[in-house]
């Protein structure tokens, strides 16, 4: 049996996901982001983060979901690549999990959502879907 590994729970429009923790830099509350002509539909804008000029992705919209203002409980949750950091617009960040037993994806989830998840597992708030962030940053 492998060792568990450390994911970020989070939830999107009353689903749960998760990504390791190891490709998250920090989560932030919702701040005032910056509208910029994108190319990509979810690209909701830009903040100034330490600095740093931080793209921001909204999930909701990668989804398909209908867009909603961010509750106090949004968050933002920064992903690293190499020396890019991007933001990603979640409805909340639940916990820090341990999974082990992680399940290939089924492929009926539709094309859309689908193609963002690398797997299934179970925590204990139940199935959680593993986001892939390489397939959702390369969306558009």
């Known amino acids: 049996?492998?060792?568990p590994m450390r994911y970020v729970q989070f939830g999107i429009g009353g689903e749960s996901y998760a990504i390791p923790i190891?490709?998250?830099?920090?989560?932030?509350?919702?701040?005032?982001?910056?509208?910029?002509?994108?190319?990509?539909?979810?690209m909701i804008g830009v903040i100034e983060l330490r600095e740093r000029v931080v793209p921001?992705?909204?999930?909701?919209?990668?989804?398909?979901?209908?867009?909603?203002?961010p509750l106090k409980q949004a968050r933002i949750v920064v992903v690293r690549r190499g020396m890019e950091h991007i933001g990603?617009?979640?409805?909340?960040?639940?916990?820090?999990?341990?999974?082990?037993?992680?399940?290939?994806?089924?492929?009926?989830?539709?094309?859309?959502?689908?193609?963002?998840?690398?797997?299934m597992c179970l925590t204990d708030m139940?199935?959680?879907?593993?986001?892939?962030v390489d397939r959702l940053l390369l969306h558009g």
């Open 126 to 132: 139940g199935m959680v879907a593993l986001l892939d």
């Open 22 to 42: 190891q490709e998250v830099s920090e989560i932030i509350r919702v701040q005032a982001i910056t509208a910029i002509p994108a190319d990509r539909d979810d």
């Open 88 to 119: 990603i617009v979640v409805d909340c960040v639940y916990k820090i999990a341990n999974v082990s037993g992680i399940t290939a994806s089924p492929e009926r989830f539709g094309k859309r959502n689908g193609h963002y998840l690398s797997g």
């Open 1 to 3: 049996m492998s060792a």
């Open 56 to 69: 921001i992705i909204s999930l909701r919209k990668s989804f398909g979901l209908p867009d909603v203002s």
